[in-house]
Every structure is written in structure tokens, then in C-alpha cells.
């Protein structure tokens, strides 16, 4: 192949690339297809797109992490119809804070804690966040932090369901020829 | 497919027990800084008696149609007997949070609990 005539760096940098485009489509169906699921209460999701927060995370870095987070929410909302609504904010926020938590845990504790772990940190910080802009932009109120233990009940378990389904799916892609780390390094 | 706990380490293990205790933890003072601790009975159309939740007692409490019994106990405040026709403040159950109300129209008394300091939590702003 003609590969070996190609600049290695430039290559694996459009690889990274089409991979996050690809991670961030996904993330984007994932979340609109998570709004057509019925829910108990409104607002109450699992948070599915955030699967390929935690892979981007974990194959590449913390800024792929945020291209991925930033993006979804974004189009996602694009898509929905509710960008700019209060229910942005709400997911902006919330979705800053899961970000940063992640990548700051990550980075301190490193392979100590696996994508369940990172998962149920970023989830707890995406349930602050939320509770912090629904506080400040919708209810005026104090009595809103009342919800914020029932809130993080579910999502402890929302976001340890979503670090297995992105630890599952990490496993299969190491094993892809894309993410191997001959083919990671140099050439 | 592999289990969750194939992944987890013990940091995981910390985390997510971290964050179960915390909540519950939040969960449970909420519901004990909830708790009522004065009985307001009103008959009629005015305030007749006040009682404070945590001292057992019973109460008989005069009405257009008789005497309605009302009982104070750790499980907080309840309507045991009343003379009015469908009976629904006894089947109300007990009222022992801030804001809980037990009422027996036909007999003109209303039972509301209330908290101490006046640090009744108001639910206006979010039922709106």
C-alpha cells in the first residue's frame, strides 16, 4: 500500500479524526433516540450518549472527550428542536460538569478506576450541574435541592449502567487494528 | 456478555459506594427535617387547639355532629372516630409531616401538622 509514503502523524490525526465524527454521530443518535423512550418523570434519562464520551475518553484524550460531549449537545439539541429552550441550559450544564469530573478523575486516578467508576462520577457531577442550573435559571428556590439525593440515587445507577455498556464496548474496539497500539504509534 | 463487576475495580467499588451512601444518606435527613412537630386543629372557623406532636395523648374534639377522636402517638396524628357519615378522615391515615392535613369536613375540623421554627417548606414554587 501507498500508506508508507504518508506523513504517520498526519495520518493517525485524520484517523482520530473521522473516529471522533464517527463517535459523535453515534452520540447523537443515541440521544435522540433515548428522547423517543417514555420515561417516568420527564428529564429522567440514562444518558446513553455518553458511551462515547467515556470511549473517547478512554482511547484518545480529555480534549476528544469534550469534542464528543460539546458536539452532542449541540446537534443533539439542534435536532430536537430544543436548542436554547431552559432544557439546554439544564443539559449544558449538567453535561459540563460530567465532562470536567471525568477527565479531572481520570487523569488523578488513571487505570485505578475503570469506565463504570468514571461513569458514575461524571453522572454524579451531570446531576450537581443540573440541580445547580435548575436552581439559578428555572426554580428560584432552595427547596430544589431537596430532589438532589433522589436524583442522584437514579443516576448512580444510570451512569454505572452506561460505564459497563462503554467498558463492553471498549474491550471490542482495543481489539480493532484502528486502536491497536502497534498501529497507535509511530509507523 | 461480561458482568459489570468483571470491569470494576476497587476504586469503582469506592466511588459507587460513596455516592449510594451520600444520597441515601441525603434521602433520609430530608425525610426527618420533614417531620411535623405541632398538631394544629381548627374547628370551625378558628384555631381550638394545638398539641406538640411528640407527646402521646388523646383528644375529643366537639363538632356540629358530635365528638370526634383524635389520637396522638409516635406514629404521629390520626382520626380514630368521628360521627360523620363516609368516615374519610379515619381512613386518611397518619398525618406527621410539615404540611400534612387530615380532614373531616361534614364535622368541620381540620387537622394540620406544622413545624416548629416556622421553617415550613413551601411547595408552591415548584408545583406551579
Known sequence: ?187 | MKAPWHFMTGGDWLVVLLLLTSSLGGIISIAAMSEGSRVLITCGDELCFTAPLDQPRTLAIDGPLGQTKLVIDERGARIVESPCPRKICVSMGVAKHTGDLLACVPNRILVHIDGSSGKEVSYDLLSR
Not at chain 1, 434519562?45 to 467515556?54: D, H, Q, V
Not at chain 1, 449538567?94 to 477527565?103: E, H, K, Q, W
Not at chain 1, 474491550?171 to 480493532?176: C, I
Open chain 1, 1 to 187: 500500500m501507498t500508506c508508507s509514503a504518508v506523513d504517520a502523524q498526519a495520518l493517525s490525526r485524520s484517523r482520530r479524526q473521522v473516529f471522533l465524527g464517527l463517535f459523535i454521530a453515534i452520540a447523537v443518535s443515541l440521544h435522540a433516540f433515548e428522547s423517543l423512550l417514555p420515561t417516568p418523570v420527564p428529564w429522567l434519562r440514562l444518558g446513553l450518549a455518553n458511551i462515547m464520551t467515556l470511549v473517547a475518553l478512554y482511547l484518545y484524550d480529555g480534549r476528544a472527550a469534550w469534542s464528543v460531549s460539546l458536539a452532542r449537545v449541540g446537534i443533539g439539541a439542534l435536532l430536537l428542536g430544543r436548542i436554547f429552550g431552559p432544557g439546554f441550559w439544564l443539559a449544558l450544564v449538567g453535561t459540563l460538569f460530567a465532562t470536567s469530573a471525568m477527565i479531572i478523575v481520570y487523569r488523578f486516578a488513571g487505570r485505578r478506576l475503570s469506565p463504570i467508576g468514571i461513569s458514575a462520577i461524571g453522572a454524579g457531577g451531570h446531576a450537581l450541574g443540573q440541580i445547580l442550573a435548575a436552581r439559578l435559571l428555572v426554580v428560584q428556590h432552595a427547596a430544589i435541592w431537596q430532589v438532589l439525593p433522589f436524583f442522584m440515587l437514579f443516576t448512580l445507577f444510570a451512569g454505572v449502567l452506561t460505564g459497563w455498556l462503554a467498558a463492553l464496548l471498549l474491550e471490542e474496539l482495543r481489539e480493532h487494528p484502528a486502536f491497536t497500539k502497534s498501529e497507535r504509534g509511530a509507523y
